[in-house]
């Protein structure tokens, strides 16, 4: 990459790759796997010329454990991968998340489950993205829906990782990461990254998990002289594993806290016409450019209808959603799946508002005129 701005045209997958290296990333460990295949490609052409490692590791498990390690030796790290690969990374997901080490995850989605339709598109890992791994953890997950956001999302993503020393997770479908789009590629210097806390002051003093204002540790940085432990135990300050009830409830309050505290770094969402929309479409991806461009033909038409997109999936712009439904009566989830993101929808709307899913399983995307035809059939009905 040159020192100017410029523009390409790039694929998704390979978008997502120079946005990763725009990021900082100096690490990626992968294994090849359709519909992704082309980041990992794209890494180990463009890490080798910006002083970073690129390994291909035997599967997805050792991939996900490499990149935790190559975090906690303190470089930005990344791994990307597809269905059958982001189930079996689930368990270091996990680990990564408990013992707050920044890394960023991409699943280029297909058709599933098991091995499904390698070369279809889908949406249905919304809810695995968010619930995959055990227990009661954080995540943040962004849904880019065009090639110059997923350029944009992938360096938010790398930003919010390191601030917040949290798993990020990018979801996209195929059809995106094989779509070819024009990217602006920044000037590096104008670009606004984050690196995380390095741990400062007296070395006696440091505490790997300490509480701090903003609910973010510092890190050890490896040579430093900062003495750490790390474990996927639940554990204390110090780092070392406790089930002390009183120091696990404030550990995995942190956890959640400091989500809650940053929220207003964390959520991003685009909202359309919907100031005075009584129809309100919610998708996410493929699926909110369909609903974008049936949005025009519809509102000619004297449909009120608005279109509001999640970019920040998990977790949900929820204040953000329901100022943007106050005169709302229904409310339409286009979605290429048997109904996840409706799950959501239905939470946060209760009883008041009529929700109605649009979906797709069949590998193939929502196309914008079935969304205009059932806009036309809900304002009849509205």
Same mark, same amino acid.
């Given at each position: 990459?040159?020192?100017?701005?410029?523009?390409?045209?790039?694929?998704?997958?390979?978008?997502?790759?120079?946005?990763?290296?725009?990021?900082?990333?100096?690490?990626?460990?992968?294994?090849?796997?359709?519909?992704?295949?082309?980041?990992?490609?794209?890494?180990?052409?463009?890490?080798?010329?910006?002083?970073?490692?690129?390994?291909?590791?035997?599967?997805?498990?050792?991939?996900?454990?490499?990149?935790?390690?190559?975090?906690? =030796?303190?470089?930005?790290?990344?791994?990307?991968?597809?269905?059958?690969?982001?189930?079996?990374?689930?368990?270091?997901?996990?680990?990564?998340?408990?013992?707050?080490?920044?890394?960023?995850?991409?699943?280029?989605?297909?058709?599933?489950?098991?091995?499904?339709?390698?070369?279809?598109?889908?949406?249905?890992?919304?809810?695995?993205?968010?619930?995959?791994?055990?227990?009661?953890?954080?995540?943040?997950?962004?849904?880019?829906?065009?090639v110059p956001e997923i350029?944009?999302?992938?360096?938010?993503?790398?930003?919010?990782?390191?601030?917040?020393?949290?798993?990020?997770?990018?979801?996209?479908?195929?059809?995106? =990461?094989?779509?070819?789009?024009?990217?602006?590629?920044?000037?590096?210097?104008?670009?606004?990254?984050?690196?995380?806390?390095?741990?400062? =002051?007296?070395?006696?003093?440091?505490?790997?998990?300490?509480?701090?204002?903003?609910?973010?540790?510092?890190?050890?940085?490896?040579?430093?002289?900062?003495?750490?432990?790390?474990?996927?135990?639940?554990?204390?300050? !110090?780092?070392?594993?406790?089930?002390?009830?009183?120091?696990?409830?404030?550990?995995?309050?942190?956890?959640?806290?400091?989500?809650?505290?940053?929220?207003?770094?964390?959520?991003?969402?685009?909202?359309? !016409?919907?100031?005075?929309?009584?129809?309100?479409?919610?998708?996410?991806?493929?699926?909110?450019?369909?609903?974008?461009?049936?949005?025009?033909?519809?509102?000619?038409? =004297?449909?009120?209808?608005?279109?509001?997109?999640?970019?920040?999936?998990?977790p949900f712009p929820e204040?953000?959603?329901?100022?943007?439904?106050?005169?709302?009566?229904?409310?339409?989830?286009?979605?290429?799946?048997?109904?996840?993101?409706?799950?959501?929808?239905?939470r946060l709307c209760g009883?008041?508002?009529?929700?109605?899913?649009?979906?797709?399983?069949?590998?193939?995307?929502?196309?914008?005129?079935?969304?205009?035809?059932?806009?036309?059939?809900?304002?009849?009905?509205?």
């Open positions: 990459m040159s020192g100017k701005g410029n523009h390409k045209d790039l694929q998704g997958n390979h978008a997502c790759a120079l946005g990763a290296i725009a990021a900082g990333c100096k690490f990626f460990a992968g294994y090849p796997i359709t519909p992704s295949s082309e980041i990992t490609e794209r890494m180990s052409v463009e890490l080798p010329a910006n002083d970073g490692i690129f390994i291909q590791m035997e599967d997805e498990i050792a991939s996900m454990g490499a990149v935790i390690g190559a975090s906690m =030796g303190g470089v930005k790290s990344m791994t990307a991968t597809s269905g059958p690969g982001f189930s079996l990374k689930q368990e270091n997901i996990g680990y990564a998340a408990g013992a707050e080490i920044p890394c960023v995850i991409v699943n280029v989605m297909r058709g599933g489950p098991s091995t499904g339709m390698p070369t279809r598109p889908a949406q249905g890992d919304l809810m695995q993205a968010r619930w995959g791994t055990h227990g009661d953890h954080q995540v943040i997950v962004l849904t880019p829906d065009s350029f944009t999302e992938t360096i938010r993503a790398f930003n919010l990782s390191e601030a917040l020393r949290v798993p990020v997770i990018i979801l996209f479908d195929e059809i995106l =990461g094989h779509l070819v789009e024009t990217v602006e590629i920044p000037n590096p210097d104008t670009l606004d990254l984050k690196t995380r806390k390095f741990a400062k =002051g007296p070395r006696e003093d440091f505490k790997p998990y300490g509480e701090t204002k903003d609910m973010v540790p510092p890190m050890a940085r490896p040579g430093d002289g900062y003495r750490t432990h790390t474990t996927g135990l639940t554990h204390w300050e !110090d780092g070392f594993p406790t089930q002390i009830p009183a120091q696990v409830e404030r550990m995995t309050h942190r956890l959640s806290g400091k989500m809650i505290k940053h929220r207003q770094i964390i959520e991003s969402w685009e909202a359309i !016409d919907c100031e005075d929309a009584e129809i309100i479409i919610c998708t996410i991806g493929i699926s909110a450019r369909a609903a974008r461009q049936a949005l025009k033909p519809a509102r000619k038409k =004297g449909i009120k209808v608005g279109l509001f997109r999640p970019i920040t999936l998990w204040q953000a959603f329901k100022d943007v439904t106050k005169s709302a009566h229904t409310i339409l989830i286009p979605e290429m799946n048997g109904g996840q993101l409706i799950l959501e929808i239905q009883d008041a508002v009529r929700l109605v899913g649009l979906n797709r399983m069949d590998g193939e995307p929502i196309e914008p005129e079935e969304i205009e035809t059932r806009i036309k059939e809900l304002a009849k009905i509205g």
